[in-house]
């Protein structure tokens, strides 16, 4: 018999459990980071496997997920959606290995290793090579039928190459890739409207949206990792290969999209190298993993083996150490960056996230404190997501007490005391003292860095000494140093100096599009750099846009244009150009604009796939763009040609199946000069 304190904990647990799910999975808002989550169910299960007299069938334990909202019209999954148990590190895999053993009565035995996906399970439903159903997972027994935002997924086929079963459900998950998140939320960030904290509940709001046409405008991708169901018909003639790994490969036959990444392997010791080498490549990839999932190849193994509970015994997730933690916030602090903007960060009780102690995270503005009611001194959830700076989630508001405060904003800049101002339509607070020594500091450090006007040996701590000796204020004053100034500096040789002196002295022939960069104008990074460049020819011309010229690029929004026309408005910055003109920097390109020469790639837009032989991947992107073309992630109708490379992977595949052509490298390089002009 279990006693008092163990019945009270246990319904604490379920009653929390219980909450925590219909955060997550109804309202896509949760409260607790997935390992804490993980951490109350395994605490759960301890009680009840203590004591089954203890389970009743509304435990969570019995059941996955919750119920599905009201908005969608209900599926009933033909066959249960299932779930997976974990194991968080070797020996938990281990056991779970020997049990398989166990039960098949042999070690020999492949299994699949594949990246666990961390989005959201969906089931597809085809009939004669046709998608006819879209279904999210639900409580596992039920799901919400989204068919007309899955349809709009680009990788979901409509219809099936080959010869498909009459019917069939195949499974996987929907996930929004990184770039495509990371773009919608600089999109959100200068139109003022709140941030999305991270890419799974995005997507899973995004899939769960009553308009198809928002969930299109979101970019949402799809693995498929498992064969539902299949019914051939009379006569169809199609079956089903043996392996989970054939199954996949068929799958990707129809034209699903299958992840290149899965590996047979023979041994758990394999497994475990899937599992380290993914650790150390899961920031490379475009989507967002939580762990490996290790499956037992043979089917007939599968079937032999069955499930416990909602879990098959034939597969398990291998969990990554979590990328989220919980800690205390102990201060929120401001920075002034280069153009001028406050930027609040959270300042931490020190906490492990993804093997690395975090101190600090960004809070990004007001707005975003403000929508995600951190208070100082709240609990709140710090996130790691590859490799992005640390974010704060949200609070945990059962720690809540009447203890935290709201924050303010402060209302003059916290280095030169100026009052500071928050313009309609812009989510920062801003300095707006030109000769703030903070903006100064950190628009110079912008000014000589890598992308901009790249001067090798000017780093940030020499930019700091500059400053501090008063040798420089501002850009041009780089261009007035002298030899024996900076010889005569702490830490600087002759030689460095005269190195120094060389590398100004190369910047003033940068290319265009890197001084437009260099001169910190707020909105303006390299890519609108670029379009700037290309457009006008030269800064004087820039200069004098007018708003209206500036929003007819493509490219160009008026938020963007009117940031440009305002830097060149302000009497300071047009000086700036004027002395690094005479200085001797050059403001003009070697090419006329774009307007008169037209490229041989204008208007085209490019696929790269796989492992290219002469250009490296970013190098070929800079091929394309430096000829007017456009290069975008994913293969669409819009697409006009795929460069493939060796092992080119869905991309090509994707080509083949919208009838876009695919080339390869030498053919781009011929096209430049066949098209060219
Ligand atoms: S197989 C019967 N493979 O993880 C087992 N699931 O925690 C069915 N997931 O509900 C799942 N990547 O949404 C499988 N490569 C993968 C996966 C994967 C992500 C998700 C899936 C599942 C959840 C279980």
Known sequence: MADRATIRRLKKLRQAINLHNHRYHTLDDPLVSDAEFDALMRELRAIEEADSSLVTPDSPTQRIGSAPSERFAEVVHPQPMLSLANAFDGSELAAWHKRAAALLETERFAMVCEPKIDGLAIALTYEDGLL???????????????????????????????????????????????????????????????????????????????????????????????????????????????THSEVMAWLGGFGLRVNPEMTTVASLDEAEAYHERWLGRRAEVNYQTDGIVIKIDRRDFQRHMG??????????????????????????????????????YAVLEPVQVSGVT???????????IR????????????????????????????????????YEMPERCPVCSTPVVREEGEAAHRCVNARCEAQAYERLKHFVSRGAMDIEGLGERLVGVLLDEGLIEDFPDIYGLEHAQLAALDRMGEKSA????????????????????????????????????????????????????????DGIGPIVARAIVAHFENEGNG??????????????????????????????RFVVTGRLETFTRSQVEAYIKERGGAVSSGVSKKTDYVVAGADPGTKRDDAERLGVATIGEAELVELASAEGP
């Open 371 to 406: 929508r995600k009611d951190i208070r100082v001194g709240d609990v709140v959830i710090v996130e790691r997501a590859g490799e992005v700076i640390p974010q704060v989630v949200g609070p945990v508001l059962e720690f809540r007490t009447e203890a935290q405060v709201r």
């Open 132 to 242: 006819v159903r879209g279904a999210t997972r639900g409580d596992g027994a039920r799901g919400e039928d989204v068919t007309p935002n899955v349809r709009t997924i680009n990788t979901v086929p409509l219809v099936l190459l080959g010869k498909p079963p009459r019917r069939m459900e195949v499974r996987g998950e929907v996930y929004f890739p990184r770039d495509a998140f990371a773009r919608m939320n600089e999109e959100r960030a200068e139109a003022g409207e709140p941030l999305f904290a991270n890419p799974r509940n995005a997507a899973a709001g995004a899939l769960r949206q009553l308009d198809p046409r928002i969930t299109a405008s979101r970019r949402l991708d799809v693995w498929v990792y498992q064969l539902g169901w299949t019914e051939n018909g009379d006569g169809a003639g199609t079956h089903e290969p043996a």
């Open 575 to 604: 000086r700036i150009v004027a002395e690094l003109e005479a200085a001797g920097v050059r403001l003009e390109s070697d090419e006329t604009p774009a307007a008169a020469t037209p490229q041989p790639f204008d208007g085209l």
């Open 307 to 344: 499930f416990v509970g909602r879990e098959p015994r034939w597969a398990i997730a291998y969990k990554f150490p979590a990328e989220q933690a919980t800690t205390r916030l102990l201060d929120i602090r401001v920075n002034v960056g280069r153009t001028g903007t406050l930027n609040p």
């Open 498 to 553: 005269a190195n120094l002196i060389a590398a100004i002295e190369a910047s003033k022939r940068r290319p265009l599009a890197a001084i437009i960069s260099s001169l910190g104008i707020l909105h303006v990074g390299g890519e609108t750099a670029e379009l700037l460049a290309r457009r006008f020819g030269g800064v004087p011309r820039l200069a004098d846009a007018a708003q209206d010229d500036l929003e007819s690029i």
């Open 358 to 368: 975090v101190k600090q995270a960004t809070l990004h503005n007001e707005d975003d």
